[in-house]
T-cell receptor, first 115, second 112 residues
Framework: GAVVSQHPSRVICKSGTSVKIECRSL??????MFWYRQFPKQSLMLMAT?????????EQGVEKDKFLINHASLTLSTLTVTSAHPEDSSFYIC???????????FGSGTQLSVL | GENVEQHPSTLSVQEGDSAVIKCTYS??????FPWYKQELGKGPQLIID?????GEKKDQRIAVTLNKTAKHFSLHITETQPEDSAVYFC???????????FGQGTRLTINP
């Protein structure tokens, strides 16, 4: 399968700081990437769709000023959690859509803990 | 919009036995159905998928069946092994839409 790299895998930060998470498609170009949030023992909740060269599309209830998404190239999307608070603590996962075969591949996830 | 229901939420089987996880979807326009395996602390891994133009697909110990009329699809794992223990998610997608709708997940435990 295709490889999607996500960094960092784990981050601990103080309340009020911003955290950036990177998602890279290593062996294919992805015009579309997705960002999910997952709470313990729950399914994946889609936060936003990231389109290369254009603004991200956010799901209802997701604050776009809180979760900044940038998709500046065909292989990189970033999610920045701004002014993080303890309630933002969660497992964040990215995915990239590979046009060939029309399949979706996931990164390894980032566990964010805000103190 | 599309809604995917997955059952059971937890499943425990003896090593060597078979495991079956079932999903139903609501939108008849959905035509792509992947299954993902998620281990603790990791991202989901695509293990098998099926498109609406076929009824069954097999890859070694894993198989997926699709019934378009009933709008349900199932994951079958045979000769289960301890390393099969994980959470499994089904999903559905309308071709061209690129956005997957996930089921609630099934926590599979293989007992030695």
């Amino acid at each position: 399968g295709a490889v999607v790299s996500q960094h960092p895998s784990r981050v601990i930060c103080k309340s009020g700081t911003s955290v950036k998470i990177e998602c890279r498609s290593l062996d294919f170009q992805a015009t579309t990437m997705f960002w999910y949030r997952q709470f313990p023992k729950q399914s994946l909740m889609l936060m936003a769709t990231s389109n290369e060269g254009s603004k991200a599309t956010y799901e209802q209830g997701v604050e776009k000023d809180k979760f900044l998404i940038n998709h500046a190239s065909l292989t990189l999307s970033t999610l920045t959690v701004t002014s993080a608070h303890p309630e933002d603590s969660s497992f964040y996962i990215c995915s990239a859509f590979r046009d060939r075969g029309e399949k979706l591949f996931f990164g390894s996830g980032t566990q964010l803990s805000v103190l | 919009g599309e809604n995917v229901e997955q059952h059971p939420s937890t499943l425990s089987v003896q090593e060597g036995d078979s495991a079956v996880i079932k999903c139903t979807y609501s939108d008849s326009a959905s035509n792509y159905f992947p299954w993902y395996k998620q281990e603790l602390g990791k991202g989901p891994q695509l293990i098998i998928d099926i498109r609406s133009n076929v009824g069954e697909k097999k890859d070694q110990r894993i198989a997926v069946t699709l019934n378009k009329t009933a709008k349900h699809f199932s994951l079958h794992i045979t000769e289960t092994q301890p390393e099969d223990s994980a959470v499994y998610f089904c999903a559905a997608m309308i071709q061209g839409a690129q956005k997957l709708v996930f089921g609630q997940g099934t926590r599979l435990t293989i007992n030695p």
